[in-house]
């Protein structure tokens, strides 16, 4: 078993290589989605997992791996979009990525802080479960986006697609160790 570090690493690293190349096919093309457009996006993954989990079945090709992965990209452009200033109409792919890289970074940051205090308690978690968490998470963003981003005591959307990330992150080291 590797360390909950270096697994994260990997797995992130991976995710950042799709995303620069889906970039170079695509360019930013995903910039003209709203925020809860991308929101509504990492949904229709999350219950392709949570349908596929609970039927055992599939009849498309692409895997309940490549959905998380998806899902953390997905996340990854949520908090680039959210950022002060958004995405700028004209991007280098250098600074795309050195974005990315912050974004994943803080929510790296946030991982080590919550699992410090958690004591790696997503390992004895269950996929399904943290699938549910996510979709939950998801829900609890869309009624942000439905209160136009107000909270009386919630920590916002951002918290949320961090969460989701780090959930995401999870489930594929514990996919990835079975």
């Known amino acids: 078993m ?5 697994a ?3 797995i ?5 290589d799709l995303f620069e190349r889906k970039n170079l096919d695509y360019g930013t093309s995903w910039r003209i989605l709203r925020l809860p457009s991308i929101t509504d996006q990492i949904f229709i993954k999350a219950q392709r997992i949570r349908t596929i989990q609970e039927k055992g079945v599939q ?8 959905e998380f992965v998806g899902i953390i990209n997905y996340c990854v452009m949520a908090l680039i979009l959210s950022q002060p200033g958004g995405l700028p109409a004209e991007i280098s792919p250098e600074e795309l990525l050195s974005r990315y890289n912050a974004q994943t970074e803080e929510v790296r940051e946030l991982l080590f802080n919550k699992n410090h205090d958690y004591g790696e308690a997503w390992r004895d978690m269950r996929v399904s479960s943290m ?6 998470k998801l829900l609890r963003i869309k009624q ?31 996919l990835r160790e079975v």
Do not use: H
Not at 12 to 16: G, N, P, V
Not at 131 to 136: H, K, V
């Open 2 to 6: 590797k360390s909950t570090e270096s």
């Open 8 to 10: 994260y690493q990997e």
């Open 12 to 16: 992130i690293t991976e995710c950042r």
């Open 59 to 66: 009849r498309v090709e692409d895997g309940i791996p490549g």
């Open 131 to 136: 699938t549910d968490i996510i979709l939950m």
């Open 144 to 174: 942000i986006e439905e209160n136009q981003g107000q909270t009386l005591v919630s920590e916002g959307v951002r918290a949320g697609y961090q969460d989701i990330i780090n959930y995401s992150v999870f489930c594929l080291i514990k």
